[in-house]
């Protein structure tokens, strides 16, 4: 069963930096994929970044964070993480780490991942 714990979230001010940690267990297969994806209020959840953890293909980033937000793993520590540089407050949004223990492609999109974790709240002030 895969499991997966989100840290690192906060308050910060515009042009501030933070970095979530996603902690995961029970992925099983050397190909499986792995992302991050937020939701504000009213609005549906979007895919922010995503990768194979194997390293096989690019990892993706939207295009609202890309060259902002860098999706990472460490398959040592077995941890995931999402390095946020230059925040903005439409970045405000509960921010979620996501797994597939299969290869399902369609990196950000929610419905290629079965497992999810509780969530950490991100919120940027002007």
């Known amino acids: 069963q895969v499991q997966l714990v989100e840290s690192g979230g906060g308050s910060v001010q515009a042009g501030g930096s933070l970095r979530l940690s996603c902690a995961t267990s029970?992925?099983?297969?050397?190909?499986?994929?792995m992302g991050w994806f937020r939701q504000a209020p009213g609005k549906e959840r979007e895919g922010v970044a995503g990768?194979?953890?194997?390293?096989?293909?690019?990892?993706v980033h939207a295009d609202s964070v890309r060259g902002r937000f860098t999706i990472s793993r460490d398959n040592v520590k077995n941890t995931l993480y999402l390095q946020m540089n230059n925040l903005k407050p439409e970045d405000t949004a509960m921010y979620y780490c996501?797994?597939?223990?299969?290869?399902?492609?369609?990196?950000?999109?929610?419905?290629?991942?079965?497992?999810w974790g509780q969530g950490t709240q991100v919120t940027v002030s002007s």
């Open positions: 990768m194979f953890i194997d390293g096989s293909a690019p990892s």
């Open positions: 029970g992925i099983t297969y050397r190909g499986a994929q």
């Open positions: 996501a797994a597939s223990n299969r290869r399902v492609w369609g990196l950000l999109r929610p419905a290629s991942y079965s497992s």
